[in-house]
């Protein structure tokens, strides 16, 4: 079974500020992991993935996240924060191979500081 | 054009009714999904199609029904609404499910239909 946490509901930070959104995650197999972003009155749409290989994905509009399987972890984090970045974000696991569902996390919403 | 879209995208209805959302996506995929997006965020799958037959049913009131006529549309009917069912009902759709190829498991969302029930 695939499951998310994503620490925090609500994150603030200042425009310029570095950008840190937590993603734990547990599966009983190897997982694909993937972060969405959601902006107002949008669908989501997909901002970076981890399937195989390197660890450290980097995704659109400077956001990457890096994989990390001894901490269960795929946190989200950009340099510096910019008015646009102000979304709610989703973390999401599936386990590879057949028979498994895609599962999100809660989201966490991004506010950004003038 | 729109890869994967949704109408209507407001749907304000009464207590009791039947409604449907209508989904089509042109991307060439073989999977779509129905998901709901509660008033907290949460998003929840409710079904999965894969080549017009379903895989993933979770559980989910059998008011709701999704009908897949080709393996390009996936609609949902909703029987007899209650109060409850008003959230955000967002279809999805992705290249393969299952493959093994995490490139194919990248899902690209409809714009969600925003559904009150009054």
Redo the contacts between chains.
């Keep these: 079974a695939q499951s998310v946490t994503q620490l925090g509901s609500h994150v603030s930070v200042s425009e310029g500020a570095l950008v840190l959104l937590r993603c734990n995650y547990s599966s009983s197999v190897p997982p694909?992991l993937?972060w969405?972003v959601?902006y107002p009155?949008?669908?989501?749409?997909?901002l970076l993935?981890?399937?195989?290989g390197a660890t450290l994905v980097k995704g659109i509009n400077g956001f990457e996240a890096e994989f990390k399987k001894s901490e269960t972890s795929f946190h989200l984090t950009k340099p510096s924060a910019h008015m646009s970045d102000a979304a709610?974000y989703?973390c999401a696991v599936?386990g590879?191979?057949?028979?498994?569902?895609?599962i999100?996390g809660?989201?966490t919403?991004l506010f950004v500081k003038a | 054009d729109t890869a994967v879209s949704q109408t209507p995208k407001y749907l304000v209805t009464q207590m009791g009714n039947d409604k449907s959302i209508k989904c089509e996506q042109n991307l060439g995929h073989d999977t779509m999904y129905w998901y709901k997006q509660d008033s907290k965020k949460f998003l929840k799958i409710m079904f999965s199609y894969n080549n017009k037959e379903l895989i993933i049913n979770e559980t989910v009131p059998n008011r709701f029904s999704p009908k897949s006529p080709d393996k390009a549309h996936l609609n949902l009917h909703i029987n007899s609404l209650e109060l409850g069912d008003s959230a955000v009902y967002f279809c999805a759709s992705s290249q393969l499910t299952g493959s093994g190829g995490g490139d194919q498991e990248t899902q690209y969302f409809g714009p969600g239909t925003r559904l009150l029930v009054l």
């Design positions: 694909y993937f969405y959601q009155n949008q669908g989501l749409q997909l993935k981890y399937t195989t709610e989703f599936r590879m191979g057949g028979g498994f569902k895609t999100f809660a989201g919403r």
